[in-house]
Nanobody, 122 residues
Framework: QVQLVESGGGLVQPGGSLRLSCAASGFTTRFTFSSYAMRWYRQAPGKERELVAVITIAGGNTNYGDSVKGRFTISRDNAKNTVYLQMNSLKPEDTAVYFC???????????WGQGTQVTVSS
């Protein structure tokens, strides 16, 4: 069973930076980590879950939500089965629980992590 574990969240002042990590495990030899597109979502209290960033299986293509473009960067290390989200110039409105999501390109399976809290406040 695929498991995703996020880490790196915490409390940061406005204008600061954080790097989130999502460590993945439990893949089969048929559908390895590198066959999954990876996404970061976030959900603030009382709001719907929002797509933050996407990275394709080989990392060649990335896409970002309008609210984070130019400030956040998604990357992946297929050798370490890990995806990252570098967050710079953080704003109070970035406060949310951030979730990692793996979507199988060929398997069609979707897996979620448990989330990590990011709080931006002075």
């Amino acid at each position: 069973q695929v498991q995703l574990v996020e880490s790196g969240g915490g409390l940061v002042q406005p204008g600061g930076s954080l790097r989130l990590s999502c460590a993945a495990s439990g893949f089969t030899t048929r559908f390895t980590f590198s066959s999954y597109a990876m996404r970061w979502y976030r959900q603030a209290p009382g709001k719907e879950r929002e797509l933050v960033a996407v990275i394709t299986i080989a990392g060649g293509n990335t896409n970002y939500g309008d609210s984070v473009k130019g400030r956040f960067t998604i990357s992946r290390d297929n050798a370490k089965n890990t995806v990252y989200l570098q967050m710079n110039s953080l704003k109070p409105e970035d406060t949310a629980v951030y979730f990692c999501n793996a979507v199988g390109t060929w398997s069609g399976a979707s897996y979620w992590g448990q989330g990590t809290q990011v709080t931006v406040s002075s």
